[in-house]
């Protein structure tokens, strides 16, 4: 019900028990479903209103702001060992 009654809902690599049920109430497409089961780092599913996209959202590890913003576990381990 929280997800139908969003405006706004960013849906990163889910595990695969829940993505029908997902799928359905969002009305995804078959790539936004794949993408939502296996998705690389940086992929998403965006949902704005009525309208749902796929973005892949890269940004150069070499930029100071990429340690702020990863999520990646081992990202995170080697900027907390380099300081």
Do not use: C, W
Request: charged share 30%; hydrophobic share 35%.
């Amino acid at each position: 019900a929280m997800l139908t009654n969003s405006q706004f809902v960013v849906m990163f690599e889910q595990d695969d028990t829940n993505i029908e049920a997902m799928a359905e109430r969002l009305k995804l497409n078959t790539e936004q479903r794949r993408l939502l089961v296996s998705s690389d780092t940086g992929e998403a599913v965006l949902r704005a209103h009525n309208s749902t996209l796929s973005v892949k959202l890269k940004y150069p590890r070499e930029n100071k702001v990429y340690d702020t913003i990863t999520t990646d576990f081992k990202d995170k381990i080697a900027v907390k060992n380099s300081l």
